[in-house]
């Protein structure tokens, strides 16, 4: 379904999925059609808003920055406090890594859906998956689309939220990234929990990342990238 007139905000981190989400809308509504909001929400590393703003400018698509700290302030995970440990669980049912933040992406794309109210968008564009190896609760369908009837709700404002990563392998999202064009992009974009670049490749955000382009057949750009 063809996205032409409309205009397009992809909640943007910067990371693989992430970049190929906005490639996706690109594609979908026009470059200059698509905005990327980036929340600077205390995260450790800073190299991931230097990323954000590196791929949109490679892209070419208007790039904005909201700050929203409150999650450092709270604390208690891997990604905004360094006195926790980045750790996969430990195979016990219901638990979670370390990295995840709870509410994040609630609290993004509540942000997010304020800011195109204001600037008369509707569609909203983000990169979660059901088949995240972590299973975050945040990035499933059925809380996403719970999330984006609240957010329609209160604000009265019809939304469409794009998930277009949902049900993809990490393999299938290098493919998609291929086939949108996207690789050159991706030479810029940052997913290393550890914060390097160089990626540590060794941190669960770097193994599943490299799983995904060897089973695709495909180099990472990004291994290549000064």
Not at 167 to 181: D, I, M, P, Q, Y
Request: aromatic share 8%; charged share 20%; hydrophobic share 45%.
């Amino acid at each position: 379904m063809s996205g032409a007139g409309r205009r397009a905000l992809v909640v943007f981190s910067g990371g693989q999925d992430s970049t190929t989400c906005l490639y996706w809308a690109m594609d979908r509504f026009g470059a200059d059609r698509v905005i990327a909001l980036t929340f600077d929400y205390g995260q450790r590393h800073r190299i991931e808003l230097e990323a954000a703003a590196d791929v949109a400018e490679h892209a070419g698509v208007e790039h904005v920055e909201l700050p929203i700290d409150t999650f450092a302030a709270l604390g208690g995970n891997a990604l905004v406090d360094e006195r926790v440990a980045i750790e996969a669980p430990d195979g016990e049912e219901g638990e979670l890594p370390s990295t995840f933040v709870p509410g994040r992406n609630l609290v993004f794309l509540t942000f997010a859906a304020a800011y195109a109210y204001q600037s008369g968008i509707a569609d909203l564009v983000t990169g979660v998956a059901q088949t995240d190896y972590s299973g975050y609760p945040d990035c499933r369908e059925a809380t996403l689309e719970a999330l984006r009837r609240a957010l329609s709700l209160g604000m009265e404002y019809d939304f469409a939220l794009h998930t277009p990563l949902m049900f993809l392998s990490k393999r299938e999202t290098v493919e998609l990234a291929v086939s949108l064009g996207a690789l050159p992009a991706l030479a810029l974009s940052h997913t290393c929990y550890e914060g390097r670049r160089p990626p540590c490749g060794k941190c669960p955000a770097c193994v599943l990342r490299a799983r995904g382009f060897a089973e695709a057949g495909v180099a990472d750009p990004l291994l290549a990238a000064p």
